[in-house]
């Protein structure tokens, strides 16, 4: 006699969805852009600390990290409408 999973998220018996995986949203590819450019300013701004850079490179990294990162916060409010 075999045992069910008690670990498996989905039931073995049920059939597979008819229209195939499902696709990748507009909203998930925004959201990762935003946090790769989160990443990416980010590490721009420490290097530009650790490289003594101009001061207008800071304020740019960090206008770009800010604007990144309160759109992604806007849109979790939002509901990711």
């Not at 800071?58 to 990294?61: A, E, G, I, T, V």
């Not at 206008?63 to 990711?80: E, F, K, P």
């Given at each position: 006699m075999t045992h069910p999973n008690p670990y498996r998220l989905t039931d073995p018996l049920a059939?597979?969805?008819?229209?195939?995986?499902?696709?990748?949203?507009?909203?998930?590819?925004?959201r990762s852009v935003l946090w790769a450019a989160v990443v990416v300013s980010t590490v721009a701004n420490m290097a530009a600390s650790y490289g003594g850079a101009r001061t207008w490179v800071?304020?740019?990294?960090g206008?770009?990290?800010?604007?990144?990162?309160?759109?992604?916060?806007?849109?979790?409010?939002?509901?990711?409408k």
């Open positions: 059939d597979p969805p008819a229209d195939g995986p499902s696709r990748v949203s507009r909203g998930d590819v925004l800071h304020l740019l990294c206008a770009v990290t800010v604007l990144c990162a309160g759109t992604l916060v806007v849109r979790n409010l939002r509901g990711h």
